[in-house]
């Protein structure tokens, strides 16, 4: 919880408004030129220009001890609120590569899961993986996204499939949560109907029921889990059943989030929308009326254009047509072995604006303020205002468009979590 005094920023991004944003509010950021912020006690105190902060420092009666602030000096740079990373499958150990080329030879994604692949065989990987190694590996997997500018991070579980390893997956989450506690906030969400286990592959019924007799319970008592989550697909969890192992969820105190449309249109949005998810994450294939459906929601849509990418899916997720339609449109990079190994949220932007036309003011607010929203958080982070969390990205860059314009490379030069400095490149 550090008191922190930064100033002459270039521009100062503040992402400001309430959450989450729509329409033509999303494509609007609020650059402050010669930009600076004040975070006592981890929490932002005020932002404004530096003119502003120093008559503020001269006279304001709290400011007594300018020993006990650090000052940051950001001339030259570009400010902007971490980044927070809604959807990600960051818990797991053991890669993948051989499928990349499998797919670039023509396979399917979910032919290689029907063969026993895909994350079936992350499944075993995890499981005979002990807790500590999983978590360290995580916590080295967090330090990554830290470096790339994520200050706030949901993680899944889902590589488990049956109660000890699903739960010995959340502690893992939960330990390099502990470890990452000054740097990184971490959401864990349970999600356990990822696939059906190999054991009970001719049994799907069975593990739905396991699912919701056994271990949505003990993971809510546990307390280890914010979310549930489904990948709703006809050839995995049909919409019947993911309704089922949401509606259980919800009924255990858990908000509920889902994999919809990633491949199919079968039903899984509707889902999302009877129950009132948090969000619906994918969305790659839905259509005019599911767009439609969506905006009149308080579901949030979480984009993966990484996904998309990855898996050459032939299209990326309707974005701009969500965001013009008023869907509560926010970012995420679905970061795991399989379908998009990468940890890079600017990356992910990069992708948002070329490859599905959001602007880099929109991609920036959805990537933190409207990201913020989709895992409950944006009362207390995702923007640079007062009473909000000093979480904050300093970028080598001269404009904030640059995160997008200059993609693929990292622009992070120091990352503060909740006014204490987390990370200073080399
Ligand atoms: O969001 N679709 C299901 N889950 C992940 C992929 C997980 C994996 O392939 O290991 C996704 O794409
Ligand atoms: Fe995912």
């Keep these: 919880m550090g008191n922190l005094i930064l100033k002459n920023a270039r521009q100062l991004v503040t992402c400001a408004g309430a959450a989450p944003r729509r329409g033509l509010d999303l494509g609007t950021v609020q650059v402050i030129e010669d930009g600076a912020l004040i975070v006592q006690g981890g929490i932002i105190d005020m932002v404004g220009t530096t003119e502003a902060i120093e008559d503020k420092l001269a006279h304001g009666h709290w400011y007594e001890d300018p020993e006990e602030f650090t000052t940051i000096d950001a001339s030259g740079q570009v400010v902007v609120p971490g980044f927070v990373d809604p959807h990600t499958h960051a818990c797991f150990t053991g890669y993948r590569h051989d499928e990349v080329e499998l797919r670039l030879g023509g396979r399917k994604y979910l032919d290689i899961l029907a063969a026993g692949g895909g994350i079936l065989s992350t499944v075993q990987k995890v499981r005979d993986c002990e807790e500590g190694a999983l978590a360290d590996e995580t916590y080295r997997r967090l330090l990554l ?209 070329f490859g599905m036309g959001l602007t880099p003011a929109e991609a920036l607010n959805a990537a933190t303020i409207n990201a913020a929203h989709a895992i409950g958080l944006a009362d207390q982070l995702g923007s640079l205002e007062e009473g909000k969390a000093g979480d904050l990205v300093l970028l080598d860059s001269p404009d904030y468009r640059h995160l997008v314009y200059h993609f693929g490379i990292n622009q992070v030069g120091m990352v503060v979590k909740k006014g204490e400095i987390v990370y200073v490149r080399d």
């Design 145 to 353: 996204m830290l470096s790339l500018g994520t200050t706030t991070v949901e993680v899944k579980s889902g590589y488990g499939l049956d109660m000890e390893s699903e739960l010995k997956i959340l502690r893992a989450i939960a330990k390099a949560a502990e470890m990452a506690r000054e740097q990184l906030t971490v959401v864990p969400t349970f999600m356990g109907a990822h696939a059906v286990p190999r054991e009970l592959k001719s049994e799907p019924g069975e593990y739905v029921e396991r699912l919701c007799r056994e271990m949505i319970p003990r993971v809510a008592e546990s307390g280890l889990a914010r979310y549930c989550d489904v990948f709703c697909e006809e050839e995995v969890f049909g919409p019947v059943q993911a309704r089922r192992i949401l509606k259980t969820a919800q009924e255990h105190g858990l908000g509920a989030k889902i994999h919809a449309d990633e491949i199919g249109e079968c039903g899984a949005l509707d889902v999302a929308l009877e129950l009132g998810a948090a969000s619906a994450d994918h969305l790659l294939v839905t259509g005019e009326a599911g767009i439609r459906k969506l905006a009149d929601s308080e579901t949030c849509a979480v984009l993966l254009p990484g996904t998309a990418f990855c898996l050459r899916s032939g299209r990326y997720a309707a974005g701009r047509r969500m965001v013009d339609q008023g869907c509560a449109v926010a970012l995420a990079t679905d970061c795991n072995p399989g379908s998009c190994f990468t940890e890079s949220m600017p990356l992910v932007m990069a992708m948002a604006c």
